[in-house]
Protein backbone atom coordinates (compact mmCIF):
# COMPACT_ATOMS: atom_id res chain seq x y z
CA UNK A 1 0.00 0.00 0.00
CA UNK A 2 1.02 3.44 -0.89
CA UNK A 3 2.54 5.16 2.33
CA UNK A 4 1.54 8.66 1.07
CA UNK A 5 -1.82 7.54 0.19
CA UNK A 6 -2.18 6.32 3.49
CA UNK A 7 -0.76 9.38 5.43
CA UNK A 8 -3.40 11.61 3.41
CA UNK A 9 -6.01 9.19 4.45
CA UNK A 10 -5.13 9.80 8.31
CA UNK A 11 -5.08 13.65 7.86
CA UNK A 12 -8.09 13.82 6.50
CA UNK A 13 -9.64 11.61 9.02
CA UNK A 14 -7.94 13.42 11.58
CA UNK A 15 -9.81 16.89 10.03
CA UNK A 16 -12.85 14.98 9.65
CA UNK A 17 -13.17 14.13 13.39
CA UNK A 18 -11.31 16.92 15.23
CA UNK A 19 -14.89 18.47 16.24
CA UNK A 20 -15.64 15.61 17.42
CA UNK A 21 -14.12 15.62 21.24
CA UNK A 22 -12.52 12.66 20.61
CA UNK A 23 -8.92 12.38 19.09
CA UNK A 24 -8.54 10.23 15.76
CA UNK A 25 -6.36 7.56 18.12
CA UNK A 26 -10.13 7.02 20.03
CA UNK A 27 -12.04 6.03 16.62
CA UNK A 28 -9.13 3.51 15.65
CA UNK A 29 -9.21 1.91 19.06
CA UNK A 30 -13.19 1.32 18.44
CA UNK A 31 -12.15 0.23 14.94
CA UNK A 32 -9.77 -2.33 15.79
CA UNK A 33 -12.25 -3.76 18.57
CA UNK A 34 -15.20 -3.45 16.13
CA UNK A 35 -16.55 -6.64 14.66
CA UNK A 36 -16.50 -7.74 11.19
CA UNK A 37 -19.71 -6.88 9.82
CA UNK A 38 -21.44 -9.68 8.19
CA UNK A 39 -24.30 -9.78 5.73
CA UNK A 40 -27.14 -11.19 8.46
CA UNK A 41 -26.28 -8.20 10.53
CA UNK A 42 -26.20 -5.31 8.15
CA UNK A 43 -29.83 -6.23 6.45
CA UNK A 44 -30.99 -7.98 9.77
CA UNK A 45 -31.93 -10.90 8.23
CA UNK A 46 -32.78 -12.80 11.56
CA UNK A 47 -35.41 -9.89 12.35
CA UNK A 48 -36.50 -9.66 9.13
CA UNK A 49 -37.65 -13.53 8.49
CA UNK A 50 -39.10 -13.47 12.14
CA UNK A 51 -42.00 -10.93 11.67
CA UNK A 52 -44.22 -12.92 9.65
CA UNK A 53 -46.64 -13.84 12.12
CA UNK A 54 -50.50 -15.82 10.56
CA UNK A 55 -53.37 -15.31 12.60
CA UNK A 56 -54.41 -18.91 11.53
CA UNK A 57 -53.03 -22.35 10.55
CA UNK A 58 -53.54 -22.24 6.59
CA UNK A 59 -50.34 -21.95 4.76
CA UNK A 60 -51.22 -19.37 2.10
CA UNK A 61 -51.52 -17.24 4.92
CA UNK A 62 -48.25 -16.79 5.20
CA UNK A 63 -47.58 -16.00 2.07
CA UNK A 64 -50.63 -12.96 1.75
CA UNK A 65 -48.64 -11.68 4.81
CA UNK A 66 -44.98 -11.53 2.78
CA UNK A 67 -46.21 -9.99 -0.04
CA UNK A 68 -47.55 -7.30 1.20
CA UNK A 69 -44.78 -6.66 3.57
CA UNK A 70 -42.63 -6.89 0.22
CA UNK A 71 -45.33 -4.41 -1.29
CA UNK A 72 -44.67 -1.94 1.68
CA UNK A 73 -40.64 -2.16 1.34
CA UNK A 74 -41.15 -1.37 -2.54
CA UNK A 75 -43.57 1.85 -1.72
CA UNK A 76 -40.55 2.75 1.00
CA UNK A 77 -38.29 2.93 -2.01
CA UNK A 78 -40.76 5.04 -3.93
CA UNK A 79 -41.01 7.65 -1.20
CA UNK A 80 -37.25 7.48 -0.96
CA UNK A 81 -36.74 8.77 -4.55
CA UNK A 82 -39.97 10.86 -4.05
CA UNK A 83 -38.28 12.87 -1.18
CA UNK A 84 -35.25 13.35 -3.49
CA UNK A 85 -37.23 15.11 -6.47
CA UNK A 86 -39.17 17.24 -3.51
CA UNK A 87 -36.10 18.30 -1.93
CA UNK A 88 -34.19 19.12 -4.83
CA UNK A 89 -32.77 22.88 -5.99
CA UNK A 90 -31.03 22.46 -8.85
CA UNK A 91 -33.96 22.15 -11.68
CA UNK A 92 -31.57 19.27 -12.80
CA UNK A 93 -33.64 17.63 -15.95
CA UNK A 94 -31.17 14.91 -16.09
CA UNK A 95 -31.83 14.10 -12.11
CA UNK A 96 -35.64 14.29 -12.49
CA UNK A 97 -35.64 11.66 -15.25
CA UNK A 98 -33.66 9.29 -13.38
CA UNK A 99 -35.79 9.77 -10.20
CA UNK A 100 -38.93 9.66 -12.69
CA UNK A 101 -37.30 6.17 -14.16
CA UNK A 102 -36.57 4.44 -10.72
CA UNK A 103 -40.16 4.94 -9.39
CA UNK A 104 -41.09 3.75 -12.20
CA UNK A 105 -38.80 0.50 -12.26
CA UNK A 106 -40.38 -0.26 -8.39
CA UNK A 107 -43.62 0.40 -9.87
CA UNK A 108 -43.02 -2.35 -12.42
CA UNK A 109 -42.02 -4.41 -10.47
CA UNK A 110 -44.80 -4.16 -8.00
CA UNK A 111 -47.62 -4.50 -10.83
CA UNK A 112 -45.80 -7.71 -12.07
CA UNK A 113 -45.62 -9.45 -8.62
CA UNK A 114 -48.99 -9.18 -8.63
CA UNK A 115 -49.74 -12.42 -9.86
CA UNK A 116 -47.99 -14.15 -6.61
CA UNK A 117 -51.34 -12.74 -4.87
CA UNK A 118 -53.95 -13.53 -7.94
CA UNK A 119 -52.20 -16.97 -8.81
CA UNK A 120 -49.94 -18.04 -5.82
CA UNK A 121 -52.70 -18.57 -3.04
CA UNK A 122 -55.91 -21.07 -2.80
CA UNK A 123 -59.29 -19.39 -2.93
CA UNK A 124 -60.64 -21.91 -0.64
CA UNK A 125 -57.75 -20.96 2.18
CA UNK A 126 -57.98 -17.39 1.58
CA UNK A 127 -61.80 -17.24 2.41
CA UNK A 128 -61.36 -18.70 5.34
CA UNK A 129 -58.62 -16.67 7.09
CA UNK A 130 -59.42 -13.43 5.37
CA UNK A 131 -62.17 -13.91 8.41
CA UNK A 132 -59.01 -13.53 11.11
CA UNK A 133 -57.91 -10.27 10.00
CA UNK A 134 -60.62 -7.97 10.12
CA UNK A 135 -61.02 -5.55 9.78
CA UNK A 136 -57.57 -4.72 8.56
CA UNK A 137 -57.16 -4.27 4.85
CA UNK A 138 -54.51 -2.60 2.27
CA UNK A 139 -56.89 0.08 2.51
CA UNK A 140 -54.60 1.33 5.57
CA UNK A 141 -51.59 1.71 3.82
CA UNK A 142 -50.46 4.64 5.01
CA UNK A 143 -47.03 4.73 2.52
CA UNK A 144 -49.15 4.63 -0.46
CA UNK A 145 -51.23 7.83 0.78
CA UNK A 146 -47.86 9.51 1.29
CA UNK A 147 -46.77 8.35 -2.01
CA UNK A 148 -49.76 10.45 -3.72
CA UNK A 149 -49.54 13.23 -1.78
CA UNK A 150 -45.99 13.72 -2.49
CA UNK A 151 -47.38 13.26 -6.32
CA UNK A 152 -49.17 15.62 -6.57
CA UNK A 153 -51.08 18.99 -4.89
CA UNK A 154 -54.21 17.41 -2.67
CA UNK A 155 -56.67 19.63 -5.12
CA UNK A 156 -56.37 16.35 -7.68
CA UNK A 157 -56.68 14.05 -5.02
CA UNK A 158 -60.17 15.64 -4.13
CA UNK A 159 -62.80 12.71 -5.05
CA UNK A 160 -63.34 12.84 -8.76
CA UNK A 161 -67.71 14.00 -8.25
CA UNK A 162 -66.38 16.69 -5.77
CA UNK A 163 -63.17 18.18 -7.86
CA UNK A 164 -64.65 20.80 -10.03
CA UNK A 165 -65.35 22.44 -6.35
CA UNK A 166 -62.08 22.39 -4.76
CA UNK A 167 -58.78 24.51 -5.49
CA UNK A 168 -55.60 25.57 -3.97
CA UNK A 169 -57.23 28.44 -1.88
CA UNK A 170 -59.23 25.68 -0.07
CA UNK A 171 -57.30 24.94 3.24
CA UNK A 172 -55.03 21.62 3.80
CA UNK A 173 -57.55 20.21 5.92
CA UNK A 174 -60.62 20.88 3.92
CA UNK A 175 -59.05 18.99 0.71
CA UNK A 176 -57.95 16.30 2.76
CA UNK A 177 -61.74 15.64 3.77
CA UNK A 178 -62.57 15.12 0.65
CA UNK A 179 -59.96 13.18 -0.52
CA UNK A 180 -61.06 10.57 -3.03
CA UNK A 181 -59.86 7.46 -0.45
CA UNK A 182 -62.16 8.05 1.74
CA UNK A 183 -65.73 7.25 -0.05
CA UNK A 184 -64.16 4.23 -0.67
CA UNK A 185 -64.73 3.01 3.05
CA UNK A 186 -68.04 5.38 3.85
CA UNK A 187 -71.15 3.38 3.50
CA UNK A 188 -72.97 4.88 0.51
CA UNK A 189 -76.54 4.78 2.40
CA UNK A 190 -75.44 6.07 5.75
CA UNK A 191 -72.90 7.88 5.30
CA UNK A 192 -71.19 6.11 8.33
CA UNK A 193 -67.20 5.45 8.00
CA UNK A 194 -66.57 1.97 8.22
CA UNK A 195 -64.08 1.02 10.93
CA UNK A 196 -61.20 0.89 8.78
CA UNK A 197 -61.29 4.00 7.92
CA UNK A 198 -61.82 5.10 11.96
CA UNK A 199 -58.51 3.20 12.59
CA UNK A 200 -56.27 4.79 9.85
CA UNK A 201 -57.20 8.38 10.15
CA UNK A 202 -56.30 8.27 13.99
CA UNK A 203 -53.24 6.12 13.49
CA UNK A 204 -52.10 8.95 10.55
CA UNK A 205 -53.97 11.73 10.17
CA UNK A 206 -51.79 13.95 12.19
CA UNK A 207 -49.11 12.67 9.87
CA UNK A 208 -50.97 12.79 6.50
CA UNK A 209 -51.55 16.85 7.21
CA UNK A 210 -48.35 17.31 8.22
CA UNK A 211 -46.50 15.90 5.07
CA UNK A 212 -49.28 18.03 2.49
CA UNK A 213 -48.61 21.16 4.39
CA UNK A 214 -44.66 20.76 4.31
CA UNK A 215 -45.01 19.43 0.31
CA UNK A 216 -47.77 22.29 -0.46
CA UNK A 217 -46.24 24.47 -3.97
CA UNK A 218 -43.40 21.62 -3.51
CA UNK A 219 -45.30 18.36 -4.64
CA UNK A 220 -43.39 16.85 -7.92
CA UNK A 221 -45.73 17.80 -9.90
CA UNK A 222 -45.03 21.42 -8.50
CA UNK A 223 -41.17 20.51 -9.57
CA UNK A 224 -42.01 19.83 -12.86
CA UNK A 225 -44.25 22.80 -13.54
CA UNK A 226 -41.19 25.24 -11.76
CA UNK A 227 -38.55 23.89 -14.17
CA UNK A 228 -37.63 26.35 -17.61
CA UNK A 229 -39.68 25.84 -20.44
CA UNK A 230 -36.86 24.25 -22.08
CA UNK A 231 -37.02 21.06 -19.90
CA UNK A 232 -40.66 21.12 -19.30
CA UNK A 233 -40.84 20.20 -22.63
CA UNK A 234 -37.95 17.60 -22.08
CA UNK A 235 -39.69 14.48 -24.08
CA UNK A 236 -37.77 11.72 -22.20
CA UNK A 237 -39.02 13.45 -19.33
CA UNK A 238 -42.37 13.84 -20.08
CA UNK A 239 -42.23 9.91 -20.85
CA UNK A 240 -41.28 9.25 -17.39
CA UNK A 241 -43.68 11.16 -15.79
CA UNK A 242 -46.95 10.19 -17.92
CA UNK A 243 -45.66 6.47 -17.41
CA UNK A 244 -45.70 7.06 -13.72
CA UNK A 245 -48.69 8.51 -13.95
CA UNK A 246 -50.15 5.07 -15.77
CA UNK A 247 -48.24 2.89 -12.94
CA UNK A 248 -49.49 4.34 -10.36
CA UNK A 249 -53.17 5.28 -11.06
CA UNK A 250 -53.90 2.87 -13.88
CA UNK A 251 -51.83 -0.24 -13.79
CA UNK A 252 -51.41 -0.88 -9.95
CA UNK A 253 -55.32 -0.38 -9.08
CA UNK A 254 -56.19 -2.52 -11.89
CA UNK A 255 -53.63 -5.36 -10.81
CA UNK A 256 -56.05 -4.70 -7.55
CA UNK A 257 -59.04 -5.60 -9.20
CA UNK A 258 -57.57 -8.41 -10.75
CA UNK A 259 -56.80 -9.86 -7.14
CA UNK A 260 -60.14 -8.84 -5.69
CA UNK A 261 -61.93 -10.61 -8.84
CA UNK A 262 -60.54 -13.85 -8.11
CA UNK A 263 -61.10 -13.48 -4.84
CA UNK A 264 -63.96 -12.17 -3.90
CA UNK A 265 -66.97 -12.22 -6.59
CA UNK A 266 -68.87 -15.86 -6.80
CA UNK A 267 -71.44 -16.85 -9.08
CA UNK A 268 -71.34 -13.06 -10.13
CA UNK A 269 -72.03 -11.74 -6.62
CA UNK A 270 -69.80 -9.44 -4.72
CA UNK A 271 -68.00 -10.58 -1.25
CA UNK A 272 -67.04 -7.84 1.15
CA UNK A 273 -63.74 -6.93 1.53
CA UNK A 274 -61.99 -7.41 4.79
CA UNK A 275 -61.63 -3.80 5.58
CA UNK A 276 -65.81 -3.12 4.32
CA UNK A 277 -64.22 -1.14 1.12
CA UNK A 278 -66.52 -0.75 -1.46
CA UNK A 279 -63.80 -2.24 -3.96
CA UNK A 280 -66.02 -2.40 -7.02
CA UNK A 281 -66.91 1.55 -6.96
CA UNK A 282 -63.45 2.63 -5.14
CA UNK A 283 -60.77 0.51 -7.57
CA UNK A 284 -61.30 1.32 -10.61
CA UNK A 285 -59.56 4.19 -12.66
CA UNK A 286 -62.04 5.79 -14.75
CA UNK A 287 -64.40 5.81 -11.53
CA UNK A 288 -61.58 7.79 -9.24
CA UNK A 289 -59.70 9.89 -12.34
CA UNK A 290 -57.21 10.75 -10.08
CA UNK A 291 -54.28 12.02 -12.18
CA UNK A 292 -50.85 13.25 -10.58
CA UNK A 293 -49.69 15.19 -13.65
CA UNK A 294 -52.83 16.36 -15.34
CA UNK A 295 -51.33 19.28 -17.67
CA UNK A 296 -49.58 16.39 -19.69
CA UNK A 297 -52.79 15.03 -21.30
CA UNK A 298 -55.73 16.47 -23.72
CA UNK A 299 -58.89 16.84 -22.28
CA UNK A 300 -60.27 13.71 -24.34
CA UNK A 301 -57.08 11.80 -22.41
CA UNK A 302 -58.21 12.77 -19.12
CA UNK A 303 -61.87 12.07 -19.94
CA UNK A 304 -60.93 8.93 -20.79
CA UNK A 305 -58.86 8.16 -18.11
CA UNK A 306 -58.67 4.43 -17.55
CA UNK A 307 -61.64 3.54 -19.24
CA UNK A 308 -59.74 1.31 -22.19
CA UNK A 309 -58.18 -0.74 -19.31
CA UNK A 310 -61.49 -1.38 -17.51
CA UNK A 311 -62.97 -1.95 -20.39
CA UNK A 312 -60.73 -5.27 -20.94
CA UNK A 313 -61.29 -6.31 -17.94
CA UNK A 314 -65.01 -6.24 -17.71
CA UNK A 315 -65.99 -6.50 -21.42
CA UNK A 316 -62.96 -7.49 -23.39
CA UNK A 317 -64.99 -8.09 -26.52
CA UNK A 318 -65.70 -4.56 -26.38
CA UNK A 319 -62.18 -3.54 -27.10
Known amino acids: MNKEHIDSQISKLEEKYKDSGQDLSSYLDGLLYQRYLTYWDYIHLDTLLSIQVPRTHFPDEEIFIMYHQITELYFKLILHEQKQIVDDKTQDVDFFIEKANRINSYYQVLISSFSVMIKGMQREQFMQYRMALLPASGFQSAQYRMIEL ?24 DLYEHIYWKKGATDVVTGEKTLTLKQFEYRYTPRLIRIANQVKNSTIYHKYQQLPQNSKDNKTLIEALKALDINANVNWPLMHMGSAYRYLTKDNAQIDATGGTNWKEYLPPNFQKVVFFPELYTKQELNNWGKQWVDHIFNPEKV
Request: glycine letters at 0%; proline letters at 4%; hydrophobic letters at 35%.
Open 150 to 173: YATPLENLVHFSERHNFSSANSIE
